[in-house]
């Protein structure tokens, strides 16, 4: 799709992303501690962390990877949001109060609470930093995404863009500022995709019937060339002939007949609109030549009703497949068990002052991001039928349904969704760089420090995490970032939850149960992923038939497993003394 940036929409863009770095700068004054820089010295009101919560839980896989998942395959991709607002179901009664009292600046600290365990310490710092790396890789392939219609700039340069300016705000002020950049964001957020979403029912379904032929849609087929350029039936695209996507028919509702328009409608009835009409979608076939590889898309009527019921995208719900049904699963119970287990979301927890106002903080938390997940059908659907997709990317479902509006909601849009990115990456530097600079080497490797050389070191990391972020974003462009971050959910449900509910409730447990719990559930679903059919074919460019994986989700087998390791290795070693278990 060719993209045309505005004079507006860099200007609002640029408001944006100043005023999210001014205040960074601005609160770089209280970020000087080590408790400052760590945890906002645990003083962050209740009700601000609960909306920072949002702000830091409702990343670019929520904002873009949903709603391009539910414009492109239906109901499915409403699936991911039911998934990852069911897992603050277990972070609401079983982590909040216990984290708040067992830790100070970073995971390691609470799984340790009770050892001082030099082989917990390790396994924990490593466990973080990789699941914060795979959780970064989709936030920066967002930003490049939102960067090239936004500002008419490479993809590349969005990543770049990103990894500096969220550099900066951890590296001038730590927690306190990315504390109220989650703040704002997730304020943002939640209002204008509320003022979207009203839009979208007021707006209703269009219909044009002058195009509503399938002899019509195959001449729109576009090609993806190996050189990454899009052809549009055979020809290269330009202004004139790049077509408003599935513009050219929106939606055919049967019980409108011939009427151009549905008018406004509520939100049950715009459901049950959309249930009695056509829509098109576009499908996607890889196709191998002499030149290389290239992708086509093509446009499909499809009924409504199709894309309102499960099975559009995974296939376990319809296709009848035990190993489709067992992927299925296993993602659904790593979007559940994740949540409590995200790194970057359990060092929010410490900016709070005790333990009721970590449980008040995750019931604001539970609010904003459950108000905001209901909305996200209306996004994607609104998407579907708005007229402006880009069949080469589900990514930029959400602003380009912004921008069918006018082109500075499109500009407001995309800058927050940018501040989202923002947000979210500085919490996994954050919780990255804890783990590197408190975890390894104050911790592990016995490395005294001043309070100026532990914010000084957490810095230095911060840096370096920022840099393998934007070589990574440029890497994986391609890959929807709901899919990415469901590999990230997987590995921090395998081998931290398991450690950290046996440590709550289980007073057997034991430091080498726990450093065998996150060492084996860390790699066994790293591993797993690495070799399933989904990295072989979308990673290295092979045939899925070459995976050994019977399944590509690990989490329905490393879940389990970090359970029965962290018992059978706690049952085989001596018990904790009564002063460990009492602690």
């Given at each position: 799709?060719?993209?045309?940036?505005?004079?507006?929409?860099?200007?609002?863009?640029?408001?944006?992303?100043?005023?999210?770095?001014?205040?960074?700068?601005?609160?770089?004054?209280?970020?000087?501690?080590?408790?400052?820089?760590?945890?906002?010295?645990?003083?962050?009101?209740?009700?601000?962390?609960?909306?920072?919560f949002a702000g830091d839980y409702l990343s670019a896989a929520s904002?873009?990877?949903?709603?391009?998942?539910?414009?492109?395959?239906?109901?499915?991709?409403?699936?991911?949001?039911?998934?990852?607002?069911?897992?603050?179901?277990?972070?609401?009664?079983?982590?909040?109060?216990?984290?708040?009292?067992?830790?100070?600046?970073?995971?390691?600290?609470?799984?340790?609470?009770?050892?001082?365990?030099?082989?917990?310490?390790?396994?924990?710092?490593?466990?973080?930093?990789?699941?914060?790396?795979?959780?970064?890789?989709?936030?920066?392939?967002?930003?490049?995404?939102?960067?090239?219609?936004?500002?008419?700039?490479?993809?590349?340069?969005?990543?770049?863009?990103?990894?500096?300016?969220?550099?900066?705000?951890?590296?001038?002020?730590?927690?306190?500022?990315?504390?109220?950049?989650?703040?704002?964001?997730?304020?943002?957020?939640?209002?204008?995709?509320?003022?979207?979403?009203?839009?979208?029912?007021?707006?209703?379904?269009?219909?044009?019937?002058?195009?509503?032929?399938?002899?019509?849609?195959?001449?729109?087929?576009?090609?993806?060339?190996?050189?990454?350029?899009?052809?549009?039936?055979?020809?290269?695209?330009?202004?004139?002939?790049?077509?408003?996507?599935?513009?050219?028919?929106?939606?055919?509702?049967?019980?409108?007949?011939?009427?151009?328009?549905?008018?406004?409608?509520?939100?049950?009835?715009?459901?049950?609109?959309?249930?009695?009409?056509?829509?098109?979608?576009?499908?996607?076939?890889?196709?191998?030549?002499?030149?290389?590889?290239?992708?086509?898309?093509?446009?499909?009527?499809?009924?409504?009703?199709d894309l309102l019921k499960p099975g559009g995208y995974f296939k376990?719900?319809?296709?009848?497949?035990?190993?489709?049904?067992?992927?299925?699963?296993?993602?659904?119970?790593?979007?559940?068990?994740?949540?409590?287990?995200?790194?970057?979301?359990?060092?929010?927890?410490?900016?709070?002052?005790?333990?009721?106002?970590?449980?008040?903080?995750?019931?604001?938390?539970?609010?904003?991001?459950?108000?905001?997940?209901?909305?996200?059908?209306?996004?994607?659907?609104?998407?579907?039928?708005?007229?402006?997709?880009?069949?080469t990317s589900s990514n930029m479902a959400a602003p380009l349904l912004?921008?069918?509006?006018?082109?500075?909601?499109?500009?407001?849009?995309?800058?927050?969704?940018?501040?989202?990115?923002?947000?979210?990456?500085?919490?996994?530097?954050?919780?990255?760089?804890?783990?590197?600079?408190?975890?390894?080497?104050?911790?592990?490797?016995?490395?005294?420090?001043?309070?100026?050389?532990?914010?000084?070191?957490?810095?230095?990391?911060?840096?370096?995490?920022?840099?393998?972020?934007?070589?990574?974003?440029?890497?994986?462009?391609?890959?929807?970032?709901?899919?990415?971050?469901?590999?990230?959910?997987?590995?921090?449900?395998?081998?931290?939850?398991?450690?950290?509910?046996?440590?709550?409730?289980?007073?057997?447990?034991?430091?080498?149960?726990?450093?065998?719990?996150?060492?084996?559930?860390?790699?066994?679903?790293?591993?797993?992923?690495?070799?399933?059919?989904?990295?072989?074919?979308?990673?290295?460019?092979?045939?899925?038939?070459?995976?050994?994986?019977?399944?590509?989700?690990?989490?329905?087998?490393?879940?389990?497993?970090?359970?029965?390791?962290?018992?059978?290795?706690?049952?085989?070693?001596?018990?904790?003394?009564?002063?460990?278990?009492?602690?």
């Open positions: 799709m060719i993209y045309e940036s505005s004079p507006v929409a860099i200007a609002i863009f640029a408001s944006f992303v100043l005023g999210v770095v001014g205040l960074s700068f601005w609160l770089g004054r209280k970020g000087q501690s080590a408790k400052g820089y760590y945890a906002a010295h645990g003083e962050i009101h209740w009700f601000v962390n609960g909306i920072a904002f873009l990877g949903i709603c391009g998942m539910i414009a492109f395959y239906g109901y499915d991709g409403f699936l991911y949001s039911i998934g990852f607002l069911a897992g603050w179901i277990v972070a609401l009664f079983v982590i909040a109060e216990p984290i708040k009292a067992l830790g100070k600046f970073t995971f390691a600290d609470a799984l340790d609470a009770r050892f001082n365990s030099r082989g917990i310490k390790l396994a924990v710092a490593i466990s973080t930093l990789i699941v914060s790396i795979f959780y970064l890789i989709p936030q920066m392939v967002g930003a490049g995404h939102l960067i090239v219609p936004l500002l008419g700039l490479p993809h590349a340069v969005g990543v770049i863009l990103v990894g500096v300016a969220v550099t900066l705000i951890v590296v001038t002020a730590g927690m306190v500022s990315t504390t109220w950049v989650q703040f704002i964001k997730g304020s943002l957020l939640v209002f204008f995709c509320a003022v979207l979403t009203v839009m979208i029912l007021g707006r209703g379904l269009e219909v044009n019937a002058g195009r509503a032929g399938d002899e019509d849609l195959t001449a729109q087929v576009r090609t993806v060339t190996p050189e990454g350029k899009v052809l549009v039936n055979g020809q290269p695209q330009t202004a004139e002939n790049d077509l408003r996507a599935v513009g050219t028919i929106h939606a055919l509702p049967a019980r409108y007949g011939d009427a151009r328009e549905t008018g406004p409608l509520r939100p049950l009835e715009y459901l049950s609109t959309l249930e009695d009409s056509k829509v098109v979608t576009w499908s996607a076939k890889k196709h191998t030549d002499e030149q290389g590889s290239h992708t086509t898309y093509s446009p499909t009527i499809r009924e409504g009703k376990g719900l319809s296709s009848g497949s035990l190993t489709d049904r067992l992927n299925f699963a296993s993602l659904m119970l790593a979007l559940f068990c994740g949540t409590a287990s995200l790194p970057h979301i359990l060092i929010r927890y410490y900016t709070v002052k005790d333990a009721a106002a970590a449980r008040k903080s995750t019931v604001v938390g539970i609010a904003a991001i459950g108000g905001f997940y209901v909305l996200t059908l209306y996004l994607g659907l609104g998407a579907m039928t708005s007229g402006y997709l880009d069949p912004a921008k069918s509006f006018s082109e500075t909601l499109f500009a407001v849009i995309s800058a927050i969704a940018f501040t989202t990115v923002l947000g979210t990456v500085s919490g996994l530097i954050m919780a990255g760089s804890g783990a590197v600079a408190h975890d390894l080497i104050e911790n592990f490797c016995g490395v005294q420090m001043t309070d100026h050389e532990k914010v000084r070191a957490g810095k230095i990391a911060a840096v370096g995490l920022g840099l393998a972020a934007m070589a990574l974003g440029i890497l994986f462009r391609n890959f929807n970032v709901s899919f990415l971050v469901g590999w990230a959910f997987h590995i921090a449900a395998s081998a931290n939850l398991p450690a950290l509910v046996m440590l709550l409730f289980w007073s057997r447990t034991t430091k080498q149960g726990i450093t065998a719990a996150v060492t084996v559930g860390m790699l066994s679903s790293l591993g797993w992923i690495l070799l399933s059919a989904d990295t072989f074919e979308k990673v290295y460019g092979l045939s899925r038939a070459a995976s050994p994986i019977p399944f590509s989700q690990p989490g329905l087998v490393t879940i389990p497993l970090g359970f029965l390791v962290l018992v059978v290795v706690s049952l085989l070693t001596p018990r904790p003394t009564p002063r460990q278990v009492s602690a």
